[in-house]
Antibody
Framework: EVQLVESGGGLVQPGRSLRLSCTAS????????MSWFRQAPGKGLEWVGF??????????EYAASVKGRFTISRDDSKSIAYLQMNSLKTEDTAVYYC???????????WGQGTLVTVSS | QSVLTQPPSVSGAPGQRVTISCTGS?????????VHWYQQLPGTAPKLLIY???NRPSGVPDRFSGSKSGTSASLAITGLQAEDEADYYC??????????FGGGTKLTVL
């Protein structure tokens, strides 16, 4: 059974950093791209970024709203994807979801989400 | 402002058929990229509902169907049930190397 479990969320002050983890199980992690999405309270889904599998260079792409502040990485030996968030802003407050990305660029499995609150 | 455009809300009575539209542009749907749909029940994570324009993952009832034409796509739900009340999102890939979403459509079952 495919499972994705996010962790690392919490309350953080504006300007500070936070790192989220996504621990995967039930599939060969290294074979898939992984993506992060977020959903601000009462709002719709927003794509944050993704990291390709090593077979495709392990490269990353980001939404304009987070480019230069957020970094996605992966540790295939541990089946974990990370989202490093720096220079956090109040508008980054959201539930963050990690997903497995199929080759057709859709997310076939989602984690339960972790809440990040940016507030002083 | 979402890249893909969806109606904010739709509604229908039990047993009826409803459709949700998703309009993009020449850099995403119109460029030939597939459209995918997600269902988000209240208080839960999104779930893949339709992938590759019209394919249903295992376990999704055949009451749900998807189609795509030109720069638009549609999700149809037939035989509406109370449990279908949820938010629905369309998603595609954009030539800017990004994933793009619609703003979401809230389905109310009357």
């Amino acid at each position: 059974e495919v499972q994705l479990v996010e962790s690392g969320g919490g309350l953080v002050q504006p300007g500070r950093s936070l790192r989220l983890s996504c621990t995967a199980s039930g599939f060969t992690f290294g074979d898939y791209a992984m993506s992060w999405f977020r959903q601000a309270p009462g709002k719709g889904l927003e794509w944050v970024g993704f990291i390709r599998s090593k077979a495709y260079g392990g490269t990353t792409e980001y939404a304009a709203s987070v480019k230069g502040r957020f970094t996605i990485s992966r540790d295939d030996s541990k089946s974990i994807a990370y989202l490093q968030m720096n220079s956090l802003k109040t508008e980054d407050t959201a539930v963050y979801y990690c997903t497995r990305v199929d080759g057709g660029w859709y997310s076939d499995y989602w984690g339960q989400g972790t809440l990040v609150t940016v507030s002083s | 402002q979402s890249v893909l455009t969806q109606p904010p809300s739709v509604s229908g009575a039990p047993g009826q058929r409803v459709t949700i539209s998703c309009t993009g542009s020449s850099s995403n749907i119109g460029a030939g990229y597939d459209v995918h749909w997600y269902q988000q029940l209240p208080g839960t994570a999104p779930k893949l509902l339709i992938y590759g324009n019209s394919n249903r993952p295992s376990g999704v009832p055949d009451r749900f169907s998807g189609s795509k034409s030109g720069t638009s796509a549609s999700l149809a739900i037939t035989g509406l049930q109370a449990e279908d009340e949820a938010d629905y999102y369309c998603q595609s890939y954009d030539s800017s190397l990004s994933l793009v979403f619609g703003g979401g459509t809230k389905l109310t079952v009357l």
